[in-house]
């Protein structure tokens, strides 16, 4: 199963939304994930089976989903949530998207 | 605290194989909870997942790697570990360690990571 991320590269201000999108090639059904990545660090699990938080992750960190089609908001940008997202699924093996890097404008 | 922490050679020479072991500081281990895989990231960034193994030993390969992959695991020291031969420049990544959760009797999501090792293969 094939993600595809959108957009490669977002750049946004501290206290703006974003919104990170993934698709699938085909149905993953509830079985996606979202990860964080800062510079020079391993990922990080954000959100798990499509909009369930893991431990410790801000409430500002919410998606939604289903089948093809997903989604990642940050309701209001912090300093330290400029990294690279990554969506994974987990229904057939283990495949991830290619990232977005969210920057800093 | 779990703590994961990835050991390997560093730099390689195409032909050879790469061994990586990822020492696991948790009683978690053997319980049966979790399962334990190894991903990789190039030098492009893309993360790519290459095997999982449960503390009995049951494995579950990359179909794209699964002729050049082993995975084993020592219940008794904490550790699995990774065998990659043949290994060629497109094998330059830094490779992770990670404990993947227990989901419905199948495996989960990445939900501990180790710091990463680089491994560049080069002549």
């Known amino acids: 199963i094939v993600l595809t991320q959108s957009p490669a590269t977002l750049s946004l201000s501290p206290g703006e939304k974003a919104t990170l999108s993934c698709w699938a090639s085909?149905?993953?059904?509830?079985?996606l994930a979202w990860y964080q990545q800062r510079p020079g660090q391993a990922p990080r699990l954000l959100i798990y089976?499509?909009?369930s938080r893991a431990a410790g992750i801000p409430a500002r960190f919410s998606a939604s989903g289903s089948g093809t089609d997903f989604t990642l908001t940050i309701s209001s940008l912090e300093p330290e949530d400029f990294a690279v997202y990554y969506c994974q699924q987990r229904s057939n093996w283990h495949t991830f998207g290619q990232g977005t890097n969210l920057e800093i404008k | 605290q779990l703590q994961l922490q990835e050991s390997g050679p560093g730099l390689m020479k195409p032909s050879e194989t790469l061994s990586l072991t990822c020492t696991v500081s948790a009683d978690s281990f053997s319980s049966g909870s979790y399962y334990w895989g190894w991903v990789r990231q190039t030098p492009g960034r893309r993360l790519e997942w290459i095997a999982t193994?449960?503390?009995?030993?049951?494995?579950y390969y990359n179909p794209s790697l699964k002729s050049r992959v082993t995975m084993s695991v020592d219940t008794v020291r904490n550790q699995f570990s990774l065998r990659l031969t043949s290994v060629t420049a497109a094998d330059t990544a830094v490779y992770y360690c990670?404990?993947?959760?227990?989901?419905?009797?199948?495996?989960?999501?990445?939900?501990?990571w180790g710091r990463g090792t680089l491994v560049t293969v080069s002549s």
């Open positions: 990670a404990r993947q959760g227990r989901s419905r009797g199948s495996v989960s999501y990445f939900d501990s």
């Open positions: 193994i449960y503390f009995s030993g049951t494995t």
């Open positions: 089976d499509v909009s």
């Open positions: 085909q149905s993953v059904g509830n079985n």
